[in-house]
């Protein structure tokens, strides 16, 4: 069903109000904003699919019910997008959630599966691409287009009932609760734009003192393009921030050195950067970022890193957990260099499966060998 009034929309809301589920989907652009343009919202209950246009209704918050009921599992397939549109459209983020990416992951689903590879894989359906990168903001809408839209909510509620079986047989239902409450956090969709430097290409090129710089000037881009609701590489990229504190700008001629930036920068805008460049150059040292990285001041941990992997290696085939779900390079580096904490493999069900063991190695009260072309893991107690 196509919903395009608020009087079909509240109709719905009484109608899905006695399901058990409520599959949730979103189709959305954002080639040419910052923020994600709503376009298409899915919906499925038990037994009802319908296809909501943001265009034509008046009020989505009239599904503010369904989205905070306790009784009413909200289903998902990596829904953090599709999360952050209903919190910005409605106020509110759904609970309690079920994502398939995440649980199909325990599963022994390879990491990140895409949906229409596991609807193959659990329910045996070929769902058709062609609308794959369609302009959904243009209407109408075809009946390819809303074929496909349907066909991304329909399936959820089947995968929910043969996932969550399977997940209670094996003991690892409750192994999500940590994974699903950070979902429903709205701190989690939280913008902070003086950490978005630590996310700009390349900027591990930058000296600490060029850092102070970069964190001043992408702070600067992220609030310029919110407010202009624009793509942030719209306003400068990347690549040109890390120029321009490679350079340490601090005046407009100099910053128009950065292939690129006089078409971009207004004079106006211009003078802002270069103010808040040499702001930052001139900073105290001790006011300077640290990045989150391997410095020459850190131990080499290869050794370490080898006998942890081993150990997840072993652990994951044991337990039919694609390697990456349960522990990232990352994460193992981290706790190799003796970090402990906001480290997921040590929280939760990862921690029980193979975190702790891995502190056990790395504090020496465990052993590896081969047995029999084997590895064999045991107490060690040494001298």
């Not at 930052?280 to 850190?298: H, N, Q, V, Y």
Request: hydrophobic share 40%; proline share 4%.
């Amino acid at each position: 069903m196509y919903i395009a009034t608020q009087e079909n929309l509240v109709a719905f809301v009484e109608r899905a109000r006695t399901s058990n589920v409520l599959a949730i989907d979103t189709e959305f652009l954002r080639e040419k904003t910052y923020y994600a343009k709503l376009c298409l919202l899915q919906l499925a209950t038990d037994d009802e699919v319908v296809i909501v246009d943001p265009f034509e209704v008046d009020d989505l918050s009239v599904l503010v019910p369904l989205l905070l009921d306790e009784n009413m599992v909200k289903l998902f397939h990596a829904g953090g997008q599709d999360l952050e549109i209903i919190l910005r459209e409605v106020g509110v983020l759904p609970r309690p959630i079920f994502d398939t990416q995440i649980a199909a992951a325990l599963l022994g689903h390879t990491q990140q599966i895409g949906y229409a590879a596991l609807v193959h894989a659990e329910c045996g359906v070929s769902l058709k691409k062609i609308d794959s990168f369609t302009d959904w903001s243009r209407r109408p809408l075809s009946a390819s287009q809303r074929d496909y839209a349907a066909d991304d909510v329909v399936y959820l509620p089947r995968l929910y009932n043969s996932m969550r079986a399977a997940l209670i047989k094996k003991g690892r239902l409750s192994w999500l609760d940590h994974d699903f409450a950070e979902l429903s956090d709205p701190k989690r969709y939280e913008t902070n734009e003086r950490d978005r430097y630590r996310r700009l290409k390349r900027v591990s090129q930058l000296s600490r003192r060029q850092l102070s710089a970069a964190r001043e000037v992408a702070a600067w881009r992220e609030l310029e393009a919110q407010r202009r609701d624009v793509p942030r590489k719209w306003v400068i990229t990347d690549e040109q921030i890390v120029e321009a504190c490679k350079r340490e700008a601090r005046t407009i001629d100099e910053l128009f050195m950065v292939r690129g930036m006089s078409e971009r920068l207004s004079t106006k805008d211009a003078r802002a950067v270069v103010s808040l460049m040499a702001s930052a150059l001139d900073a105290p040292p001790d006011t300077w970022p640290e990045m989150d990285r391997c410095s020459k001041s850190e131990p080499n941990v290869d050794a370490e890193l080898d006998l942890m992997s081993a150990i997840v290696r072993l652990r994951s085939k044991q337990h039919g957990i694609a390697f990456p779900t349960l522990a990232s390079h990352d994460d193992l580096a981290r706790v190799a260099r003796g970090y402990r904490e906001d480290i997921d493999l040590l929280r939760g069900w990862r921690r029980t499966i193979v975190g702790e063991e891995l502190l056990e190695l790395l504090e020496g009260r465990l052993a590896l060998s081969l047995r029999e072309g084997e590895l064999v893991i045991e107490g060690h107690n040494p001298a």
